[in-house]
Every structure is written in structure tokens, then in C-alpha cells.
């Protein structure tokens, strides 16, 4: 087979993957619409066949706007990590590296604290506190006098999450121990059991639409995880384009985290597993992170609202399961290089 024969089979193999993918997704969230624990435990299709009320009732309006925030969370926090580890060339950033996450914990938890926790003010505030810290990080990394550019954002952004992750500290010392400390904690843990329309609703359309900026300049990624002479050379303003990309990427986050609480692992571990699959060129591995953030993120919650009597906060099993996940892959890739 010559080369271009070979180029066109990759690109069938890589579309019929990531179109295998979008179908299993697709259908395993119609299967999990009747996986739950009413009214038994397990699968249940013959009281929603038999037009029982409460069934219906949950179904539409508890489980179906929690899969839907499942699949959106899960792309968006996927799209931002593979953004953020492309355009600082390191396969182990993602928001949280530059206090993205840390800052809009502490905004989110500060609004439940004084006592404006409606779900747009806890948005706004942790959208608003997400990007100072972006903001934060960007303008430290540049008085800093230690290493190349990626290197001191990187570093200034360990040093904003520890500031923030401080002040959230202290927010929680002085939360009110019975209400406000008890919704800061579960906040922490992630989770989707506040899931409805309304919430749903609230941040869905920005956060589809950083998700569309980002996929429609992918290509862009390519680009600018090269060295900035080159990326100069193609007609590209580097520092321009990096920062519209991050602020993107931080807003979607932000919005997503709003209601899901703090949720990790998924931004870190399905890129990875993306550019196994698709390879490191944005056209395919941005999308297909995007859709096995999707489907990790629907497994986690199907397993936290299934697996026992009580709900496991979704944050823990994406902690768990993608710790496993990156083990394996650091294993792997170790193997790999002695070989």
C-alpha cells in the first residue's frame, strides 16, 4: 500500500472509531435511563411500558437532564484538559494546574457562605473567579524569571492554587457547620443529584458553544503546540490565539463545575486515551476525547446512583477509576520504552 493508501485507511479507521463511539455512547445512555433504584433496584422497563406515574416522572425529569449534564460535563471538562495540555505542550496540565479549578471552588463556596447560593450567582462567581484565576497565573508567569514561558504558567499556576485552595480554607472554617460547611463539602466531592431542566438549562447553550469554538478551531491546536516561530510562520499570533483558547476552555469549565461541583480526572485521563486512539493530531482526538469524556463521565454517575443504597459522589470514582486508568497508561508507555 503507498502512502496516500495508507493515509486514507487511517483516516476510515479513525472516523469509524470515533462514529463506533458516538453510537455505544448514545445507546448506553438510553439503556441507563432505566437503571436506578426505583422501584427496585437495577433495570426497570415494565413501569415506564405500564404507565406508572412516579416511574415517568423520574425518568423524564430526574434521570434524563442528569444523563444529558453527564454527557455535557463530561465533554466539556475533556475538551478543556486536551486544549490545556496542546497549547502547553505537557501531557499532565489541565485546568486545575492553573488554579481554574481552585478559583472557582473558592467563588462557588464564598456564594454559599454569604448566603446568595441561587444557581446563577454561584455561576457567575465561580466563572468570575475561574478566569482571575487564569488572569492571575498569566500575569505571574510573566514576572517570573525561571524557565521558558509554558514552564513559569505552569508554575504560576501552582502557586494560585495554593492561594486559592488557602482562602477556601478558610471560607470553610467560617462556614456555618449544619448547612453552608455540609454543601461546601459535597460541592468538593462532585456531583450530578441536583441535576433538573432549570440547572441544565442554565449553562448548557455556553457551555455547547465553547465546546463548538474550540472543535472548529482545532486545528489551531495542532499549530500552536509547536514552537511560536513556527506557528508565527503560518500566519498565527501565538500569545493572542493561546489566550482566546484558554479563556474559552475556562469558561466552559468553570460553567460546567457551577453545577457539578469539582469532578477530576476526566480533563487529565481521556485525552490520553484520545491520542491512543486517534493519534496526536487535534482533527480526531479533540472530538473523540470529547466523547469518551462523555461516556467516563456517564459510567461514573450510572455506578454512583446504582451501585449502593446511597449515592457516591461522582468526584470519587473519577478520582479512583482515573488514577487506575493512569497507572496503566504510565505502565504501559514504561513497557513500551524498554522495549
Not at 406515574?53 to 434524563?64: E, F, H, N, P
Request: with cysteine; proline share 3%; charged share 10%.
Amino acid at each position: 500500500m503507498n502512502r496516500a493508501g495508507a493515509f486514507a485507511h487511517e483516516m476510515r479507521r479513525r472516523r469509524l472509531i470515533l462514529l463506533s463511539l458516538v453510537v455505544f455512547t448514545f445507546l448506553l445512555s438510553l439503556l441507563f435511563l432505566f437503571a436506578g433504584r426505583y422501584p427496585k433496584p437495577g433495570f426497570t422497563f415494565s413501569s415506564i411500558w405500564n404507565q406508572e406515574g412516579m416511574a415517568q416522572s423520574i425518568l423524564w425529569k430526574v434521570r434524563l437532564p442528569r444523563i444529558i449534564l453527564a454527557l455535557v460535563a463530561g465533554s466539556m471538562l475533556s475538551a478543556s484538559g486536551f486544549t490545556f495540555q496542546m497549547l502547553f505542550s505537557n501531557p499532565l496540565v489541565e485546568p486545575g494546574f492553573l488554579g481554574v479549578s481552585q478559583g472557582s471552588a473558592f467563588g462557588a463556596a464564598l456564594m454559599m457562605v454569604i448566603g446568595a447560593s441561587t444557581t446563577v450567582m454561584v455561576q457567575l462567581s465561580a466563572t468570575l473567579f475561574g478566569l482571575l484565576a487564569l488572569l492571575a497565573s498569566y500575569l505571574l508567569a510573566k514576572r517570573f524569571r525561571f524557565g521558558g514561558s509554558l514552564l513559569r504558567l505552569v508554575l504560576s499556576g501552582i502557586a494560585v492554587s495554593a492561594i486559592f485552595s488557602s482562602a477556601l480554607g478558610v471560607v470553610k472554617l467560617v462556614a456555618e457547620p449544619t448547612k453552608d460547611l455540609q454543601d461546601i463539602t459535597f460541592w468538593m466531592m462532585g456531583g450530578l443529584w441536583n441535576a433538573s431542566w432549570k440547572q441544565l438549562f442554565s449553562i448548557i447553550w455556553t457551555v455547547i458553544a465553547c465546546m463548538l469554538l474550540l472543535f472548529t478551531f482545532r486545528w489551531k491546536l495542532n499549530l500552536l503546540s509547536l514552537e511560536e516561530k513556527t506557528a508565527h510562520s503560518v500566519g498565527l499570533n501565538p500569545k493572542r490565539d493561546r489566550l482566546i483558547l484558554l479563556v474559552v476552555a475556562t469558561v466552559g469549565t468553570t460553567l460546567t463545575i457551577s453545577i457539578t461541583g469539582l469532578i477530576g480526572w476526566v480533563g487529565l485521563i481521556t485525552p490520553h486515551l484520545a491520542r491512543k486512539l486517534f493519534g496526536s493530531d487535534s482533527s480526531y482526538s479533540l472530538p473523540g476525547s470529547m466523547v469518551l469524556g462523555s461516556l467516563f463521565l456517564l459510567l461514573c454517575d450510572t455506578l454512583g446512583r446504582t451501585l449502593l443504597p446511597t449515592e457516591i459522589p461522582i468526584g470519587l470514582l473519577t478520582s479512583l477509576f482515573g488514577a487506575v486508568v493512569f497507572i496503566i497508561i504510565l505502565s504501559l508507555k514504561h513497557q513500551g520504552g524498554k522495549a
